[in-house]
């Protein structure tokens, strides 16, 4: 179930993104077991704060990919 409320959330970040523009999306994970699963997915731990980030660029790479493979 996490996975599916971070794609819908990713998601929306990136549709959002086209509007207002944002660099990436930040998360601050509470223990290690949910930094493993952001850090899964792709998050990048941001140095000195714990926090975690995936650039948008990477966000629309993947959805970019996943529109085109199902407009086929």
Do not use: C, H, W
């Amino acid at each position: 179930m996490g996975k599916q409320i971070l794609v819908d959330a990713l998601k929306r970040s990136y549709e959002l993104s086209k509007t207002i523009g944002s660099f990436a999306v930040v998360v601050d994970p509470l223990d290690q077991d949910a930094e493993d699963f952001y850090q899964k997915y792709g998050f990048i731990k941001l140095p000195d704060s714990g926090k975690m980030f995936l650039p948008m660029k990477t966000i629309r790479q993947l959805f970019d990919k996943t529109t085109r493979s199902t407009n086929k």
